[in-house]
């Protein structure tokens, strides 16, 4: 028996809640932390995303640096890759000006003092989606951010409109996660 790997049209993603929206988070509730390309990138540095494939997905998948696979014809050849590479990312997030000033482990907002604190969101669609999130938090901890996961149902996190955590642009970091082209059309 030859079981055959390509890679497919589906994938997971990490978005940032970039210009939050109506009163959530870019300096109402939080600071404008994502803002700033260098906490984005520290941030991605700071994620194993190639560990968690070994881990979750036995190996059999790639980390995606674009909305393309590598071996698509219109891959482009100079995009930027990010690398797992925690040194790298904690000098990022000192030279954004976010450092552990209180030496307890965690990095303050150098405007406010305020520790660098946020949520990553995802749905209870599939175990391997709380696996991911609880990996992203503790991961970030290596970097000195405090990361706190919410598992809501996909009806929530999914819905539609302006009111809607995802949709409605609520959330700090938000994992989408969809298996089969048929559940993201009916879920989006």
């Given amino acids: 028996l030859q079981v055959p790997f390509a890679t497919g049209t589906v994938y997971e993603a990490l978005n940032f809640g970039v210009d939050s929206w109506n009163g959530y988070g ?3 509730g939080r600071p404008d932390w994502f803002e700033d390309a260098r906490v984005r990138q520290a941030i991605t540095l700071c994620i194993d995303r190639r560990g968690m ?3 979750f997905l036995n190996g059999r998948s ?3 640096h674009s ?3 590598t071996e698509h014809p219109l891959y482009p050849e ?11 990312a904690n000098r990022l997030l000192d030279e954004a000006g976010y450092r552990d000033a209180s030496g307890d482990g965690y990095r303050q907002d150098p405007r406010t003092g305020q520790i660098f604190r946020f949520t990553v ?5 599939y175990q391997l989606n709380r696996q991911i999130v609880n990996q992203v938090a503790e991961d970030l901890r290596q970097c000195g951010l405090v990361v706190e996961t919410e598992i809501l149902s996909s009806e929530n996190w999914y819905a539609g409109g302006e009111n809607s ?5 609520r959330y700090d970091l938000g994992h ?12 989006t």
Avoid: H, N
């Fill in 67 to 69: 909305y393309l696979p």
């Fill in 62 to 64: 790639q980390v995606m």
């Fill in 78 to 88: 100079d995009l930027q890759v990010w690398p797992y590479d925690v040194a790298e």
């Fill in 176 to 187: 989408l996660s969809c298996p089969s082209v048929e559940i993201c059309e009916k879920e």
């Fill in 26 to 28: 870019d300096g109402q």
């Fill in 165 to 169: 955590k995802l949709f409605g642009r």
């Fill in 53 to 55: 494939m070994r881990d």
């Fill in 121 to 125: 969101t995802t749905t209870d669609l």
